[in-house]
């Protein structure tokens, strides 16, 4: 039987149990350079020749180019990593983006939308600062039958169903233009449950070993993004990665 979405936490407490999972995780774990992830060459095709770009929450994990994005996060520990290599950084939450209305021409917003109590106002949020015609790559978890302790571990508010998502971006004027399978989280639920144990009862080594090992191997056998127009077929797909244009 799957776990249920958790109801019971307000949304600063929703926003604090983030600030300290994230801020534990990073203030132990190495920047990983965006050219690393399967994500990369997506970016370098959609990166304006002259215009802003923004991404929301990265934590050390940036997908865009480190100098020059501007980046947003809860995290002071993250932050400051970015900002020692060139990054422009701002303490904020995704529901009040300190920019003004269609300020950027890409915004970068992956695995963020899940974590937020008030997800309309953070979906309103990375839109209003997106110029009309501009980019946006946001990624979620999907299916709420599948959800498990990790969702619940790692700070999700809930997953969607893909009906419910392609609604809500489309209310914010954003249109889905491609999409993908998504993800690095382990398939076996032993290994999720022993790295859930590990963080919690010795960080330190579940850290040493997450950044030496098993971090370095989840990157190198990554998958190349398969992007399809339109939205993928879901019923078998844990989380995706959509390329929306702002309308």
């Known amino acids: 039987?799957?776990?249920?979405?958790?109801?019971?936490?307000?949304?600063?407490?929703?926003?604090?149990?983030?600030?300290?999972?994230?801020?534990?995780?990073?203030?132990?774990?190495?920047?990983?350079?965006?050219?690393?992830?399967?994500?990369?060459?997506?970016?370098?095709?959609?990166?304006?020749?002259?215009?802003?770009?923004?991404?929301?929450?990265?934590?050390?994990?940036?997908?865009?180019?480190?100098?020059?994005?501007q980046f947003v996060d809860i995290s002071a520990p993250a932050l400051e990593r970015l900002r020692a290599r060139g990054g422009r950084v701002t303490l904020g939450e995704v529901t009040a983006l300190p920019f003004a209305a269609a300020t950027f021409d890409l915004v970068c917003a992956l695995d963020i939308i899940e974590h937020v109590d008030d997800e309309n106002g953070a979906l309103s949020e990375i839109s209003r600062v997106t110029k009309p015609g501009g980019i946006l790559l946001i990624s979620t978890p999907l299916h709420p039958s599948r959800w498990t302790p990790f969702d619940d571990f790692v700070g999700h508010k809930r997953r969607y169903e893909p009906p419910c998502l392609?609604?809500?971006?489309?209310?914010?004027?954003?249109?889905?233009?491609?999409?993908?399978?998504?993800?690095?989280?382990?398939?076996?639920?032993?290994?999720?449950?022993?790295?859930?144990?590990?963080?919690?009862?010795?960080?330190?080594?579940?850290?040493?070993?997450?950044?030496?090992?098993?971090?370095?191997?989840?990157?190198?056998?990554?998958?190349?993004?398969?992007?399809?127009?339109?939205?993928?077929?879901t019923d078998s797909v844990d989380e995706i990665l959509l390329v929306c244009r702002k309308g």
Not at 7 to 22: A, G, I, M, S
Not at 30 to 41: S, Y
Not at 178 to 204: C, K
């Open 1 to 69: 039987m799957q776990a249920k979405p958790q109801q019971t936490r307000t949304p600063q407490q929703l926003v604090e149990d983030n600030r300290r999972f994230y801020d534990s995780l990073w203030s132990g774990s190495r920047l990983v350079e965006p050219d690393r992830f399967n994500t990369w060459p997506l970016v370098q095709s959609l990166l304006p020749p002259s215009g802003l770009r923004l991404e929301v929450a990265p934590g050390l994990r940036p997908r865009l180019p480190i100098e020059g994005t």
């Open 166 to 233: 392609l609604a809500k971006l489309a209310e914010q004027q954003l249109a889905v233009e491609r999409s993908a399978v998504f993800g690095m989280q382990p398939r076996s639920s032993f290994l999720l449950d022993l790295g859930m144990w590990w963080l919690t009862h010795n960080r330190e080594r579940a850290m040493w070993w997450y950044n030496r090992a098993f971090m370095p191997i989840g990157l190198r056998f990554q998958k190349p993004l398969e992007l399809s127009a339109g939205m993928i077929p």
